[in-house]
């Protein structure tokens, strides 16, 4: 029953003049995520009673300092060059790596500056961006898992996690296609994938969010969640990254440099529930109360006392 279970992809690209220029199946799951996440996010603003043009202008900052911080960092920590033109030229090409820790830095430093600037309370932000990224988390981790990006060690059938492993066609991390078919069966050589286990964990959590949020949760609970769930599994996760051949990440001490940000991640999650749970519950906005003429008798006003009427306003 477990002799085959998930395959490995082998998606070509779409060339559009060459190989220079195609279309990646990596770069359509990234751009999806980028828009579902984005479109949750808007939704979630909306809930708060943000407004939409500010939630999409903030998004847009978050995702700009999120790709260039994201970039830069795989380049510097991730990246070994000969000499500084290399390194260079390297930093010039947004094609030659990305660093999700570093992405996430950058959209929170991005997050940050623009509520700052325009004079903007954070948390309503940060709640609503961590309640669109999980599920765009979701689509970004199976790029990667398309794209054969963190390749784990090889499993053993006694492997407790033996049946999330992916079925690679070769004992390498990263394989030629074999045969002509889009996905490849077969587990002569099972391994962990990073990225197909964290797409299944993004996939829980933006499906607890969705449940979540019908329920009215207190402000800052995701961005909250987020990070206190997510630091823990990073950190497991990269203990079964494969150590050596493509893929595999530097170690200081035994660790990766996503395990020293993972601890540092949920270190900042449980601050945040700290500060959840020590201010007072958001109140609803109040509403506008329209002037109403000397004489003229409001909708309210003939209402027993004790009956309010519906006002719109942010949830807590």
């Not at 980028?34 to 995702?63: A, H, P």
């Not at 929170?108 to 709640?127: I, K, Q, S, T």
């Amino acid at each position: 029953m477990l002799s085959t279970l998930i395959p490995y992809p082998q998606l070509p690209s779409l060339p559009l003049i060459d190989d220079s220029l195609a279309i990646h199946p990596f770069g359509v799951l990234v751009a999806t995520g980028i828009l579902v996440g984005s479109w949750l996010t808007i939704r979630r603003g909306k809930v708060l009673g943000l407004d939409e043009e500010k939630v999409k202008n903030m998004i847009f900052w978050s995702l700009l300092t999120g790709f260039l911080l994201s970039h830069f960092s795989d380049v510097l920590i991730y990246q070994k060059h000969p000499t500084t033109g290399a390194l260079l030229r390297a930093l010039a090409d947004p094609r030659s790596g990305l660093s999700s820790m570093g992405g996430f830095a950058g959209a929170v430093l991005g997050l940050f500056v623009w509520c700052r600037r325009n004079g903007e309370r954070v948390m309503p932000y940060a709640d609503s961006l961590a309640y669109g990224l999980a599920t765009g988390w979701f689509f970004g981790r199976m790029g990667c898992y398309v794209a054969h990006d963190h390749p784990g060690e090889l499993m053993a059938t006694s492997d407790p996690l033996y049946f999330l492993g992916v079925d690679y066609p070769c004992p390498a991390t990263h394989c030629a296609p074999k045969g002509s078919s889009l996905l490849h069966f077969g587990s002569e050589f099972r391994r962990h994938d990073m990225g197909f286990e964290e797409a299944l964990f993004a996939a829980t959590l933006a499906g607890g969010y969705l449940l979540w949020g019908t329920i009215k949760p207190r402000l800052g609970v995701f961005v909250a969640s987020i990070a206190t769930l997510y630091g823990p599994i990073r950190f497991a996760l990269d203990r079964l990254r494969v150590r050596d051949g493509i893929g595999a990440d530097p170690r200081t001490l035994g660790l990766t440099p996503a395990q020293y940000a993972a601890i540092a991640v949920t270190l900042i999650g449980l601050g945040l529930w700290v500060y959840v749970f020590t201010r007072p519950a958001e109140q609803p906005a109040a509403t506008t109360v329209a002037t109403v003429a000397p004489g003229a008798a409001s909708a309210d006003s003939a209402k027993p006392d004790g009956v309010d009427a519906p006002a719109d306003g942010t949830e807590s």
